[in-house]
């Protein structure tokens, strides 16, 4: 390709910008840079380098004469020709380039666009050369990506530099881009501008890509412009990836879910020592990777979209998400919370998500990121907050790229469409899932047995909840709980929590069977598990049991309502009611009445049935007084439906009072523990009785192994098959079970003698290691701790609080379950566990220095970093308490070890 010439006597010809639009701030910059020997434009493929060169020597004002070079046009080894032929002179070499600029008489400026695109060493060793050694009287207007070659420290003058800073769009220009193609701007420019990164070349092509769509579809693109534009996508392969070296494309794949990118980071991320340069040169090469202080880049951002495009694309599903969960821990110890927050939430693991939103006060990426947004939406309907998440679940829906988290996402959508009746019903692409909603909402307004009668698809374990529920109301608890229980042990918390509290409230109701102590566990599990709906349920049910309780089922009966749960509610009315019945405490007339008046909107003549089954006179004198309400009744024969559906049997049962347990007298003076068992999962894996460590000596490997498992689950069933690929991930099923069997088998043996009371018990397909009373887990524990933690009075370091952290550090007395080793089934766990310890030391720290007591401070910080070594948070605080403390020569020990130690790895 011929290069291009301009006359030196006129300027760049207006058809040259054409269809552009003038940067005014930064062509104004370069226009008063006239007295530079050099005016350098620096920025990534598509920052609008060549279109403002353009412009500058198009403008009246700009330099006349000039001569301009397209680098990409020029052919290895013919630019000292090229630019000979711009003079009218033959020159071979550079050398003879440099003597016609000394014979000319008048100023000239030399425009050099796209310097990296010279792909032939002697070309870019000349461009330097000529930059360097050209006469004075010489200007240059260079654009590039890699400023390597200029040899910008010989260049005899001024250089003035315009980065990709200068050249990033602002949300005026953006609306001036569209409308000067008559294309409609976007109705939040500065929010278009964050996503792209003010990249130049990525407006243009979304202007072009929503130049024929109606303003909704053009919205869709502008909320995500890498998933809605084609172009864009290609662009980005083009110009940016497929030009590196494949080490380091690959690099940035693998690191893109951490964001804010340091060296050391990376290397414990990716296993290696050399991230550092290999982010320095990515950097240098304008690799849309920018420096953002000393050792520390980001990725573009549509870029970053497009990298974890191809990591989903490379790794899989699975991978990927333990790639996430990986970063979020990195990420968590580095005290990066926003970041590890939106890793968590794009691994799925929302309930992490959920607890460093909380714990960490970083706010809801509703309008950032949909994998937040739908991290979010879960945590808010495991709140029990089912409007908000609704709302939260379809902004995720309308902009998750297509696959399966997008058809997830619908169905639970749908989900909560059938459980808040004001919002009408959004069907996701699976039409079994809609359903199973859809039915448990008929059956608990009027027809239970059609959802009782169908067994299909019976296999699917949240029908089968639902089918449970559906008996229960229709008064055949026997076999609601006979549905419910064998699905304690499904690997699904949601579906096992719901039948394990189901099935202990129908026990304990009925039969007396329960204690409040297995309420209290259950809510804690469900709390854990981030389940804070079925948390609630689990502290009403406590009133059927203790009459004390029912001020906790008034409370829950009460959030609830402020979330705005009408189902939630009622089923709190019903276990307020049977408490209070149980208890022989009176009724609050105004609960009735809420509950009626709800039931009657929600069409539910069957709940009011039972409704009238407790409480059944004060109904009727609420209806006395207000005529209205009595007259919008169903129309049900009362009696009978009474006697169809057993509620006075069961009702009988309920109104008997609750005999409390026989007292255990304490026992004798020297006997008190002797034969209490505890379970130490820190450290390193230990069974005691009565304070004598049980040997395991005689139990072969993997029988030990499925005693750890079961113990780090103490009171939870689990499911055979997730003992299986724990233990035996690569062995046939068959044979697999047949192992567990025998592991199992040996396990009793040696337990029942050696642990009484203790046994390994069976639920269905499920396994469960159930201790003797008073039996005391070290993880148990501190999860008790870590409650009490953050139940306790905020921003005091008040004496509870320190004893609290102290109890959370004596308990971590080594990596949990450290017999395991590096097995898959236990890290994030013990991450998790190891980051809640030091994050509570941190927090206590920081509240002892805004307090004034640095020397608090340190000993936290150092007791705490035994847990963990490589804590950024703890090696900060404890730098700065020591510099308070007056010894800035700690401070910098303290930083200087937690680099050495960052180094070694």
Not at 324 to 340: F, K
Not at 863 to 885: F, K, N, P
Request: charged content about 25%; overall charge neutral; hydrophobic content about 45%.
């Amino acid at each position: 390709m011929r290069p291009r010439h301009v006359s030196l006597t006129q300027v760049t010809p207006r058809s040259r910008v054409s269809g552009t639009v003038p940067r005014i701030a930064a062509l104004s910059a370069l226009v008063k840079a006239d007295a530079a020997r050099l005016r350098l434009v620096t920025g990534p493929a598509g920052a609008g380098k060549s279109v403002l060169v353009r412009h500058l020597l198009a403008e009246p004002s700009g330099p006349t004469p000039h001569v301009a070079v397209d680098c990409p046009a020029v052919r290895p080894g013919e630019l000292p020709q090229v630019l000979g032929g711009l003079l009218g002179s033959d020159t071979a070499d550079v050398d003879a380039f440099l003597v016609a600029l000394e014979r000319l008489d008048h100023p000239l400026t030399v425009a050099l666009d796209g310097v990296h695109a010279l792909t032939h060493a002697p070309d870019r060793h000349a461009i330097g050369r000529l930059v360097a050694e050209a006469p004075e009287r010489v200007r240059f207007v260079v654009t590039t990506r890699d400023v390597r070659d200029l040899r910008l420290t010989e260049v005899p003058g001024p250089v003035h530099r315009l980065g990709f800073d200068e050249l990033r769009f602002t949300p005026a220009e953006v609306e001036r881009l569209f409308e000067s193609a008559g294309s409609r701007p976007p109705a939040d420019p500065e929010a278009l501008c964050r996503r792209v990164d003010g990249l130049a070349a990525a407006l243009v092509l979304l202007r072009m890509d929503v130049s024929l769509l109606d303003a909704g579809q053009a919205d869709a693109v502008f909320a995500d412009p890498v998933s809605g534009s084609d172009r864009l996508r290609e662009f980005l392969t083009r110009e940016v990836l497929d030009p590196l070296p494949a080490p380091l494309r690959d690099l940035m794949i693998d690191i893109s879910p951490l964001g804010l990118l340091e060296g050391p980071m990376c290397d414990v991320l990716l296993g290696r020592d050399d991230s550092g340069d290999m982010l320095a040169e990515l950097a240098a090469r304008e690799s849309m990777v920018f420096r953002v202080g000393s050792g520390s880049y980001r990725l573009h951002t549509s870029l970053r979209e497009l990298l974890e495009r191809r990591l989903a694309e490379r790794y899989g599903t699975r991978l990927t998400s333990q790639a996430y969960l990986t970063a979020s821990v990195i990420l968590s110890e580095a005290g990066r919370w926003s970041d590890a927050h939106r890793c968590s939430a794009r691994a799925g693991d929302w309930v992490t998500a959920a607890r460093i939103a909380h714990e960490y006060g970083v706010p809801a990426p509703r309008f950032a990121d949909p994998w937040g947004t739908l991290a979010e939406a879960r945590r808010l309907r495991a709140a029990g907050r089912f409007p908000e998440a609704h709302a939260l679940y379809t902004e995720a829906v309308s902009r998750l790229p297509e696959g399966v988290l997008r058809d997830q996402c619908a169905e639970e959508r749908a989900y909560l469409s059938h459980w808040l009746a004001d919002i009408p019903v959004t069907p996701p692409s699976s039409p079994v899932a809609t359903d199973v909603l859809g039915s448990l909402v008929l059956a608990l307004r009027a027809r239970p047995s059609t959802l009782v009668g169908r067994t299909v698809p019976s296999v699917t374990p949240v029908w089968t909840l639902a089918r449970a529920l559906a008996a229960m109301v229709d008064g055949r608890t026997d076999m609601a709980v006979e549905l419910a229980r064998p699905l304690a042990g499904v690997n699904d918390p949601f579906t096992s929590l719901g039948a394990r509290i189901m099935v202990t409230t129908v026990e304990t109701a009925l039969h007396g069977r329960g204690t409040t102590a297995q309420f209290h566990a259950l809510a804690a599990e469900a709390e854990a598990e981030g389940w804070l709906w079925l948390a609630r349920f689990a502290r009403a049910a406590t009133a059927v049991l203790d009459g004390a309780a029912c001020a906790d089922a008034q409370a829950v009966l009460a959030e609830f309502e402020e979330a705005g749960d009408a189902w939630g509610s009622l089923f709190a009315v019903w276990l307020l009611l049977i408490g209070q019945i149980r208890a022989d405490l009176p009724h609050d007339q105004d609960v009735v009445r809420t509950a009626l008046v709800r039931l009657r909107q929600l069409d539910a003549p069957l709940l009011e049935m039972w409704l009238r089954a407790l409480v059944g006179d004060l109904v009727e004198r609420i209806e006395a007084e207000d005529p209205e309400l009595g007259r919008t009744g169903p129309g049900w024969a009362w009696d009978e439906a009474m006697e169809r559906h057993n509620c006075r049997v069961i009702v009988d049962l309920l109104r008997r009072p609750h005999r409390p347990a026989r007292p255990v007298l304490a026992p004798a003076a020297g006997q008190a523990g002797e034969r209490a068992v505890s379970v130490r999962c820190f450290g390193g894996f230990e069974l005691t009785v009565g304070g004598v460590a049980l040997g395991l000596g005689g139990l072969r490997a993997q029988a030990r192994r499925v005693l750890r498992v079961l113990a780090a689950h103490a009171g939870q069933p689990l499911h055979e098959e997730r003992l299986i690929a724990v233990i035996w991930p690569d062995t046939p099923q068959r044979s697999a079970k047949r192992r567990l069997q025998v592991a199992v088998s040996s396990l009793r043996t040696h337990l029942r003698d050696r642990v009484p009371g203790a046994e390994i018990a069976r639920r269905g397909s499920s396994y469960l290691l159930r201790l003797p009373s008073g039996s005391v887990t070290d993880v148990t524990e501190f999860e008790s701790a870590m409650r009490q933690w953050r139940s306790r009075p905020r921003n005091v370091a008040s004496a509870a609080a320190r004893a609290i952290v102290v109890t959370v550090l004596d308990l971590h007395r080594g990596e949990y379950l450290a017999d395991e080793g590096d097995a898959e089934w236990v890290l994030t766990r013990r991450e998790t566990l190891r980051g809640e310890a030091c994050g509570v030391a941190a927090a206590l720290a920081r509240l002892e220095l805004d307090g004034g007591d640095p020397a608090a401070a340190i000993g936290v910080c150092e007791r705490a970093l035994a847990v963990d070594e490589l804590d950024h948070r703890l090696w900060s605080l404890l730098s700065e308490a020591r510099r308070r403390a007056g010894h800035p020569d700690g401070a910098l020990r303290a930083w200087r070890t937690y680099q050495d130690l960052v180094a070694e790895g």
